[in-house]
T-cell receptor, first 114, second 109 residues
Framework: DTAVSQTPKYLVTQMGNDKSIKCEQN?????MYWYKQDSKKFLKIMFS???????INETVPNRFSPKSPDKAHLNLHINSLELGDSAVYFC???????FGYGYTFGSGTRLTVV | AQRVTQPEKLLSVFKGAPVELKCNYS??????LFWYVQYSRQRLQLLLR??SRESIKGFTADLNKGETSFHLKKPFAQEEDSAMYYC???????????FGQGTTLQVKP
């Protein structure tokens, strides 16, 4: 029943490895996002896709590559992981209603690079 | 520049006391403002958005365009209100959210 689900919930990996985080939403939303929450709890957008098309790419190193095979999925692949990539990554999706954008967030993936 | 500022990193109050979490924004257009809450190690949940003028869990927030503020208020804090609160600005037509730095609310018994 989970609206926005991310896997894995926790990921511990060594520097230099390549890893992927998956996100799926069953809400029928057109737009999906990746946000990064750093160690100071600061949240910043990384990417946004609308109906499989990239619409936001916020000066993120090109080691990070999002992929959206269909509008219900937005995965994040990270190459050559660095210590500074340790963070919580949140996936979200949104729709527009009469009040504007309504967002639903996933429960986050806690990435630790050692 | 589009920016959201939450000046307090931590706000500590006693149960039953009034709470005001401050949020100021900078945006050239007509702002779309939100408050999100994150309980310990959980997902962000929408608390309220200015356009719908709701009151959720006793919290309210009024948009003051003159002061460019959207402060979150509750008359009587409860222990279960302890969480991280984020003010966010919807930016343009992309759906992008710009978050403030977050304020941790600690309600003591």
């Amino acid at each position: 029943d989970t609206a926005v689900s991310q896997t894995p919930k926790y990921l511990v990996t060594q520097m230099g490895n390549d890893k992927s985080i998956k996100c799926e939403q069953n809400l029928g939303h057109d737009t999906m996002y990746w946000y990064k929450q750093d160690s100071k709890k600061f949240l910043k957008i990384m990417f946004s896709y609308n109906n499989k098309e990239l619409i936001i790419n916020e000066t993120v190193p090109n080691r990070f590559s999002p992929k959206s095979p269909d509008k219900a999925h937005l995965n994040l692949h990270i190459n050559s992981l660095e210590l500074g990539d340790s963070a919580v990554y949140f996936c979200a999706s949104s729709h527009q209603d009469r009040f504007g954008y309504g967002y639903t967030f996933g429960s986050g993936t806690r990435l630790t690079v050692v | 520049a589009q920016r959201v500022t939450q000046p307090e990193k931590l706000l500590s109050v006693f149960k039953g006391a009034p709470v005001e979490l401050k949020c100021n924004y900078s945006y050239s257009g007509s702002p779309e403002l939100f408050w999100y809450v994150q309980y310990s190690r959980q997902r962000l949940q929408l608390l309220l958005r200015h356009i719908s003028r709701e009151s959720i869990k006793g919290f309210t927030a009024d948009l003051n365009k003159g002061e460019t503020s959207f402060h979150l208020k509750k008359p009587f804090a409860q222990e279960e209100d302890s969480a991280m609160y984020y003010c966010a600005l919807g930016s343009g037509n992309t759906g992008k959210l710009i978050f403030g730095q977050g304020t941790t609310l600690q309600v003591k018994p």
